[in-house]
Each structure stands twice: as structure tokens, then as C-alpha cells.
């Protein structure tokens, strides 16, 4: 069990579950209890806090964004740099990284990419204004909210623009795919830098590639220093040439001939907005290995069919006919190479799919479902998935996921395939489970070689115990008998020894919520040992039943204290559900309520009156069928199940044939009631 994982920090912040690992700190989900609020809190790793510049670079992130407030940047709410502990409480985000949407999607629509940039570039306006160089600006690094908010976030290796901006290149930071050929090569950087990598991002989201992929880092900051990024164009037809000139001018390698300010790439963003045919005659001398003409009227124009902007499409091919004029013998024979390769792979290629390329002028166009998150089994029952496309599996494993849950899928979403075309799924996998041995009394050495044995990873700490030799272990993380994935990570209390202080456990821990005995105990130096559900118990969810030792128990400070806590399964509940009834009946008529077959209730009710009715019943652990009736015929079917004490489920509904407000019979124009169920 993680250690921060049930603690409670500075007296407030309750952790309640570990949201990710960065190279700096772990970030985890808690509660304020002050503010009853979700926060994230960023905990430096223990490891790095001794290290005087990861230290260095996490201050700075807290005192960059305390200095930030604006509604596309993470808010900051506290921050705290002790002896032994260095976190940063910030906003909650319930979304996912842009990188995940991008993976997700494959390629983003342009549209939707304009509006993520905008935000971007909002947040890095106000971050720039205030002397603050993101210098990593990365997908990773960007919260997308589910009504499509971005918030920024990461100022970890943030620099003020006032002091040091150097990055030496043998220790570049930042994801070497995104940062500035400035930053790579260890020059002075300015806020032009973070323009470049949103070039990248904006590139990526475009073209659902990155620009510059080589085999390891250093080729790739290679390349971010010398190699030209192939035109977005290219590589998605789809993109308005506008967009496509303000990517690359935001690109260039020189940070002279980028947009000067995030401002003024958000206004030229703008007024593509305003009018998407429009495009750009920027200078792309650094960036493409040219630059524009300055007189267009002497051209003909009439060869060109451009999508957008005839003058500028010519000012394109001219000046892409004259690329690499300068150094041109340098590379003349590479070029006659590369392009006799070309028309040797390109005519092999064409023997073999000349039938393909036929067959695929008139096979149909299908958009690609996203399977992702599906179950398979729901997937291949599906006649119309199985009409359009072939699937093959690979086995994936996620212990977080579902049992035959589809973890990805090849081609990605969104993108036009034909019918017919083979996608292959990563289906979850069944991870397999292995029962906790009871090692309690083992030493340490006999413990680790069982786990090992069983296909279990061990993590130690020292516990102090009153009973148990030194070196033998207390207890396990999870506990005896329970069941843990393969693989993952037993922890082993060792102990200690008795301490030389005693404490009591507190009094009055049974009948409280859990987050309030754990903080009880580690207030009076105690650590929680394991924690256990019982399904069982009468009482509320998260209340405790015992703790192991008892209240009022003298024992060792730093002794664990297990602790067995109610589900709340079995507590009584009370389940509620309204329910609307035929509107276009105007007369009086007998509602009646059964439970598991037993008459509950009999009413008189005229429905065009009562718009609905309410049915509420109290439970503990059983699932119950109710049936509603109207005039002695089936209405309706629902299920309620107090076990997991969620809103009851409409089942079914029937069609009833009632005597409407003129007497007759069921007025089909009366609220749609089929036999299917919701």
C-alpha cells in the first residue's frame, strides 16, 4: 500500500488515491477538510529531496504558479516546503492529458485543435506577461476538462525571464519531441520557446504525429536543430493552408522568425478563425530552406487549383521548386539516390496493389468506431461492427481495467477506412490473482523468497512491535488471505523491536468514520496497519467496527494498528424512484405496487393529474423486483438493489390499454411505452 495513501497531511489534506508519477513527484488525490473541496497534491519524491536542483525546480513551480491566476492555468491553493515533506496543493482536474486525447483520437479536428491552441496560448499570454517561461510545454503537461477547457499545467522547470535561462545541452530539460532548437542546443531562451512547442503540439493534434521521431533523445534534438518537419499538409489533406502556415511559422528554427508573442499568434489564430480561407505570407527562410517572393503578379496562376488562395498557392510551388539552392551540389547525388529508391519501392509497390487501388475507387468510406473502453464481447456481438469491419486480437494486461475491456485499437478512431478493413484490438486480459500467504512470525528473508516463489513483489518498512522478534514480520500489506494481482507489490512490516516510548491506542475509535481514526492514530504516533471491509456489518460505509489492538491498549509508539471498517452493503438503505405515468389518461385508476410478488401499496390516481408517482422501500443486502400495475395490467418493472444502494433500474415497461380522457381505448399519441426496456 502506497505510503501517503490514508495519511493526512498538515492536519486538512486527507490522500485518498495516487493520480500519477512525473521524474519529480508523485501526485495524488485528496480532500481538503477545511475548504470541503477535491484537491491534487504534488509530493517531491523523498529520494530528490536532498538533490539541491530538483529541489531548486520544484520551488520554482510553486513559486511560478502562485504568482499565476487565470482559468487555463492549474490553480494553486498551498504550498508547503518542510524538513521531510515538499508538496504543492493545487486544483483537481477530473479530465485526461491532451496526449491521451491525441492517442485516443488519432488525428484531432482542426476546429477542435484551434480552439485547444487558443486556450493554450490565453494561458501562456498571462504566464509570459508576468515573466514566467513555461520552457515544457507538451501534451502531457495539458488538462482537457470533459466540456472542452484546457487547463496548463507543470511549471516545474519554469524559469523567470529575469534570471537564468540557460539549459545546458547535456542535461536539456523538457520532453526533447517538443522543446525549442534553442533550448536542445543549451542557448538563452526566451518566451519564444514555449511558442515552438506549441508549434509541435499543434502540429501533433493536426497531423496526429510528431514531428521529429528517431530512435533515442539525442537524434531527436538532432533533428529538432537541423531537419525540416515534413508539411502538415502531407500528412492530413484536411488542414486549411492557413492553419497548416501558422503551425510552421511557429516552428521555425530561428526564434527571430517566429511569431514575437503569444499575443500575436493568438490574433493571427483569430483572424483565421473569423475566416478560414485565409492565408499567411509569412517569411519561412529558416524553417523550409526558403523564402516568399515579394512580387506574385508576374506568375501564372492558372496551373494551380489551390484549396484557398490562388496567388498564395503559386507562391508555394515557386518557391518549393527553388528549395535547396543553396548547398544544392552538396546534396545533388543523395538527392538522385533517394529518388531512384523511390521510383524502384514505388513501383513494386504498384505491381502489388494495382487491384487494391482499382477496388478502392468505388469500395466505401467507413469513419472508425472507437472501441476503446468497449467490452470485445459487445464489440463482435454487434451485427453492424461485424457487417463493416474484420477483427483480430492481441491480449493486453491492466489490472485497472476491466476483464476483456478493449485497451487499443489499430487504426485509431475518427479516421476513414474501408469497409471491410481488418482492426485489431488489445483486449484486458484476466490478471491473475494469487492468495496473500500468512507470513506473520517469518523472517524477512523467509518471507521475500515465498513471495518471489508466488510471483509477488516486496516493498519492507520497520514497524515497532511489543510481541514480535526483531526482523520477523508483523503483518502484510494486503492482508493474509486476500487476493493481490500477480506482479504487483506485497509490504512487509518488519519489526522493530519494542520502542522505549508507549502510547495508548485512542479511546472511542469504533462507531467513527475511517479518515477520522486514521488521523486519530498518526496525531498520537501510530501507524494504520491494514484495513479490512467487512460486507457484513449493519453499519453506514466507512465506519469503523474495531481496531486491532483495542482503545485503551498500551503499546510501543509506532506500532500498526489494523483497522476493520463497514462496506456498508449490509446497512440498511433507502431506495426512492419516481416514476412518470401516461399523461394522456384522464380518469381515475388503480395504481398498485408489488414487492418480490407481494402487495405493498393501492392507490386511486388519475395520471394526467399526478404527472408521476413515487415508490420508495428500505432494504439492507437483497435485490428486489418491483412491479407496478395500472388497472391490474403490467406498467412496469424495476429493480432495486440495496447491496450497492444505486438509484433503482427501470427493467422493463409494458403497454397498458387504459381508458383514456374521451372514454376510448389507449391513445397512441399518449407517451411512448414499448416493451422493450430502458
Do not use: C
Request: aromatic share 8%.
Amino acid at each position: 500500500m502506497d505510503k501517503f495513501i490514508g495519511k493526512r497531511l498538515d492536519g486538512k489534506y486527507e490522500i485518498h488515491d495516487l493520480l500519477g508519477v512525473g521524474g519529480m513527484a508523485y501526485v495524488y488525490r485528496a480532500y481538503d477538510r477545511v475548504e470541503d473541496r477535491w484537491v491534487a497534491i504534488k509530493i517531491l519524491k523523498e529520494e530528490l529531496a536532498t538533490n539541491s536542483d530538483f529541489l531548486r525546480r520544484f520551488r520554482n513551480e510553486a513559486k511560478a504558479i502562485t504568482l499565476l491566476s487565470h482559468p487555463n492555468i492549474v490553480e494553486v491553493f498551498d504550498v508547503s516546503f518542510g524538513d521531510r515533506l515538499q508538496y504543492i496543493v493545487m486544483e483537481y482536474i477530473d479530465g485526461i492529458s491532451l496526449k491521451e486525447y491525441i492517442e485516443q483520437e488519432g488525428t484531432i479536428r482542426w476546429q477542435e485543435a484551434l480552439h485547444f491552441t487558443s486556450q493554450i496560448l490565453l494561458a501562456l499570454e498571462h504566464a509570459h506577461g508576468k515573466g514566467i517561461i513555461h520552457r515544457d510545454i507538451k501534451p502531457q503537461n495539458i488538462m482537457l476538462l470533459q466540456d472542452g477547457t484546457i487547463k496548463v499545467a507543470d511549471f516545474g522547470i519554469a524559469r523567470f525571464s529575469q534570471s537564468e535561462t540557460q539549459t545546458m545541452t547535456d542535461k536539456a530539460i523538457g520532453s526533447v519531441h517538443y522543446i525549442a532548437p534553442e533550448q536542445a542546443r543549451g542557448d538563452y531562451i526566451t518566451d519564444k520557446a514555449d511558442i515552438y512547442s506549441l508549434g509541435v503540439v499543434l502540429y501533433e493534434m493536426l497531423t496526429g504525429r510528431l514531428p521529429f521521431v528517431a530512435e533515442n533523445a539525442v537524434s531527436v534534438a538532432l533533428m529538432q536543430l537541423q531537419a525540416t518537419a515534413a508539411m502538415p499538409r502531407d500528412l492530413n489533406p484536411n488542414i486549411p493552408r492557413g492553419l497548416e502556415q501558422i503551425t510552421m511559422h511557429a516552428m521555425e528554427k530561428n526564434p527571430v522568425n517566429r511569431f514575437q508573442s503569444a499575443g500575436a499568434m493568438l490574433d493571427d489564430l483569430d483572424a483565421f478563425r473569423r475566416n478560414p480561407a485565409m492565408t499567411f505570407h509569412y517569411d519561412y527562410q529558416a524553417q523550409t530552406g526558403y523564402r516568399a517572393p515579394q512580387a506574385m503578379d508576374s506568375y501564372d496562376n492558372t496551373r494551380f487549383t489551390p484549396a484557398y488562395d490562388d496567388s498564395y498557392e503559386y507562391e508555394e510551388e515557386f518557391v518549393r521548386s527553388r528549395r535547396g539552392a543553396r548547398g544544392a551540389m552538396v546534396v545533388k547525388g543523395i538527392l538522385v539516390a533517394a529518388i531512384l529508391v523511390v521510383l524502384t519501392v514505388g513501383a513494386v509497390w504498384l505491381l502489388n496493389n494495382w487491384e487494391t487501388l482499382l477496388e478502392s475507387e468505388t469500395s466505401e468510406q467507413l469513419e472508425m468506431p472507437n472501441f476503446v473502453g468497449q467490452l470485445y464481447e459487445e464489440v463482435i456481438g454487434n451485427e453492424e461492427y461485424n457487417a463493416a469491419f474484420s477483427f483480430t486480437t492481441t491480449e493486453g494486461n491492466d489490472p485497472d481495467k476491466n476483464p476483456g475491456e478493449i485497451l487499443k485499437q489499430t487504426p485509431n478512431a475518427g479516421i476513414l477506412v474501408k469497409k471491410g478493413r481488418q482492426v485489431e484490438l488489445m483486449v484486458n486480459g484476466k490478471v491473475e490473482q494469487i492468495p496473500v500467504p500468512d507470513m506473520k512470525g517469518y523472517s524477512q528473508a523467509d518471507a521475500i523468497a515465498l513471495l518471489k516463489q508466488l510471483n509477488l513483489k516486496y516493498k519492507s518498512e520497520d514497524v515497532a512491535d511489543d510481541e514480535i522478534d526483531v526482523g520477523k514480520i508483523v503483518s502484510t500489506d494486503p492482508p493474509a488471505g486476500s487476493m493481490a494481482d500477480a506482479g504487483s507489490i506485497v509490504i512487509l512490516r518488519v519489526s522493530k523491536g519494542p520502542a522505549k516510548k508507549k502510547v495508548k491506542v485512542p479511546d472511542n475509535l469504533k462507531g467513527q468514520l475511517l479518515y477520522n481514526v486514521t488521523a486519530t492514530l498518526e496525531d498520537n504516533g501510530l501507524v494504520v496497519g491494514n484495513i479490512t471491509y467487512d460486507d457484513n456489518s449493519t453499519e453506514g460505509k466507512d465506519i469503523v467496527i474495531s481496531t486491532n489492538p483495542e482503545s485503551g491498549t498500551e503499546v510501543s509508539e509506532g506500532a500498526t494498528v489494523d483497522i476493520i471498517v463497514s462496506s456498508g452493503m449490509s446497512a440498511e438503505k433507502t431506495l426512492e424512484k419516481t416514476i412518470s405515468l401516461p399523461q394522456s389518461i384522464n380518469t381515475t385508476v388503480s395504481l398498485k405496487v408489488y414487492r418480490n410478488g407481494i402487495q405493498e401499496e393501492d392507490v386511486s390516481i388519475n395520471p394526467a393529474m399526478a404527472g408521476s408517482y413515487r415508490v420508495a422501500f428500505t432494504g439492507t443486502s437483497s435485490v428486489d423486483t418491483v412491479i407496478i400495475t395500472l388497472n391490474d395490467q403490467n406498467y412496469m418493472e424495476l429493480s432495486f438493489d440495496f447491496k450497492s444502494g444505486g438509484e433503482p433500474v427501470v427493467v422493463n415497461t409494458y403497454e397498458v390499454n387504459l381508458p383514456s380522457d374521451s372514454g376510448g381505448g389507449n391513445d397512441e399519441s399518449s407517451d411512448d411505452i414499448s416493451e422493450e426496456g430502458e
